[in-house]
C-alpha cells in the first residue's frame, strides 16, 4: 500500500506546485501589508503579511473573511505588541515575522487555505504551517470542516448531506462515514509517517522518530482539500525539516486509498 500510494505521490507532487485558480468559483484576493512594533522609527518587530480576502457580500464570505480578519488582527493587536514590550522577547531587536497564503482547492464546495509562516527571532528561524477548509455550498457554509467531512465531500457525498449520509449508501467508503475524525486520523498515521520518511526531498537529518512526529504532526488537523482528482493533502511538519516545507511537501490520498488503510488497520 505505502509504494503505491508513494508512487501516486510523486506524480501528483508536480501537479500541486500550482494551484487551481483556473477552476475557482470564490474569487480570493491578496489583502497585504506591513506593520513595525513599537513603531517605523525604532521597530523591534516586522511583520510582512498576506492573508486572504474573499470577495462578495454573501454570509460565506463575511464568515471566511472573519476568520482571517481575526488573525490578523490578533497579531497586529496582541502578539506582536506583546512581544515588543517583552524584554525575553526582544533578542537583537529586529525580528522578521512572516505570513503568506497559498491556495489548495477552491471549487463550488470547497476552500481549502494554507497559511504559511516564519518568524526569525535572534539566531532562530521558526516555520509553522495551518490549513483550513471551508465549506462553501453546504450546511456549514462559511464554516470549516473536519477531516471526515473533507473526505466525504471529496468523495462525492452532498455536502447537505454530511449530517445524515449512512454508509450503507456509499460501501466504498463505509469505514470513513462509520469513523470519526479522530478515529480516521488515528489510522493513517503510521501509513503516513512511513510516506514522509520515504519523501525524496529529506535528507536523513530530517526524518523524525515516530514520537517526534506525532508531536508535530496531526492528520486531523494538518490537511487540506486538493482540487485535482479529489485528494486530500497531507503537509509535513515544517519544524521537523523546514527545507522540505519550503517545498510545500505533501503526501496526497484518495478517498478511496483512505478507506484501504482504514479496512488495513483493521486486520492488523
Known amino acids: 500500500m505505502v509504494k503505491r500510494v508513494c508512487t501516486l505521490f510523486l506524480a501528483a507532487l508536480v501537479l500541486w506546485q500550482c494551484a487551481a485558480s483556473a477552476f475557482a468559483e470564490l474569487t480570493v484576493e491578496r489583502n497585504e501589508g506591513e506593520r513595525y512594533f513599537p513603531d517605523e522609527k525604532n521597530w523591534v518587530y516586522h511583520f510582512a503579511y498576506a492573508y486572504p480576502k474573499i470577495l462578495g457580500d454573501d454570509y460565506t464570505a463575511a464568515l471566511i473573511n472573519d476568520t482571517y480578519q481575526m488573525a490578523l488582527d490578533e497579531m ?8 515588543a514590550n517583552a524584554p525575553d522577547m526582544r533578542f537583537d531587536g529586529k525580528n522578521e515575522v512572516n505570513h503568506d497564503f497559498s491556495i489548495a482547492c477552491n471549487t463550488d464546495k470547497l476552500l481549502s487555505i494554507v497559511q504559511f509562516r516564519s518568524q526569525s527571532m535572534g539566531d532562530e528561524t521558526v516555520y509553522s504551517l495551518e490549513p483550513l477548509t471551508f465549506d462553501v455550498s453546504g450546511i456549514y457554509a462559511g464554516e470549516t470542516l473536519t477531516l471526515r467531512g473533507v473526505i466525504l465531500i471529496q468523495a462525492g457525498v452532498d455536502p447537505e448531506q454530511l449530517e445524515d449520509v449512512r454508509a450503507e449508501e456509499h460501501p466504498d467508503i463505509a469505514r470513513i462515514i462509520r469513523g470519526s475524525s479522530g478515529s480516521i486520523s488515528e489510522a493513517l498515521m503510521p501509513a503516513l509517517y512511513d510516506l514522509f520518511r520515504a519523501h525524496p526531498n529529506l535528507s536523513d537529518s530530517e526524518k523524525p522518530s515516530l514520537e517526534d512526529f506525532e508531536i508535530e504532526f496531526s492528520p486531523a488537523r494538518d490537511f487540506a482539500a486538493y482540487r485535482e482528482g479529489g485528494y486530500i493533502a497531507f503537509y509535513y ?12 511537501t505533501v503526501i ?3 478517498p478511496a486509498e483512505i478507506e484501504a488503510i482504514l479496512a488495513e488497520s483493521e486486520t492488523e
Not at 497586529?76 to 512581544?83: D, G, I, Q, R, S
Not at 527545507?243 to 510545500?248: C, D, F, G, I, K
Open 76 to 83: 497586529t493587536n496582541l502578539v506582536l505588541p506583546m512581544f
Open 252 to 254: 496526497l490520498l484518495s
Open 237 to 248: 511538519p515544517p519544524m521537523l525539516a523546514p527545507e522540505a516545507y519550503r517545498e510545500n
